[in-house]
Nanobody, 115 residues
Framework: QVQLVESGGGLVQAGGSLRLSCAAS????????MGWYRQAPGKQRELVAI???????NYASSVKGRFTISRDNAGNTMYLQMNSLKPEDTAVYYC?????????WGQGTQVTVSS
């Protein structure tokens, strides 16, 4: 079992940057896959980016080239660096971890991008 806590959200102008953090309750090197998802008002939750335990990554086409996912396997934190933010990136961002076949979720952090 693992608990996840997101931080780093906030209000930013279009073109700006934010760095989200996801702190896990245990070291993360055994967590096969971690990722970031987001949910905008009235929309379904969607994948933003995922990263495997060996550093393989995958991004949604809408964020590729602007967002970078990373993880500190020696510690307990995963990150999402978000650059060139757009109003359509506005959403609640959730941290996800897949551990022993079970999905765990954080409570989310709000990101609002003003035009």
């Amino acid at each position: 079992q693992v608990q996840l806590v997101e931080s780093g959200g906030g209000l930013v102008q279009a073109g700006g940057s934010l760095r989200l953090s996801c702190a896990a309750s245990k070291t993360i090197f055994r967590i096969n896959r971690m990722g970031w998802y987001r949910q905008a008002p009235g929309k379904q939750r969607e994948l933003v980016a995922i990263i495997t335990s060996v550093g393989g990554t995958n991004y949604a086409s809408s964020v590729k080239g602007r967002f970078t996912i990373s993880r500190d396997n020696a510690g307990n934190t995963m990150y999402l660096q978000m650059n060139s933010l757009k109003p359509e990136d506005t959403a609640v961002y959730y941290c996800n971890a897949l551990l022993v076949g079970i999905d765990y979720w954080g409570q989310g952090t709000q990101v609002t991008v003003s035009s």
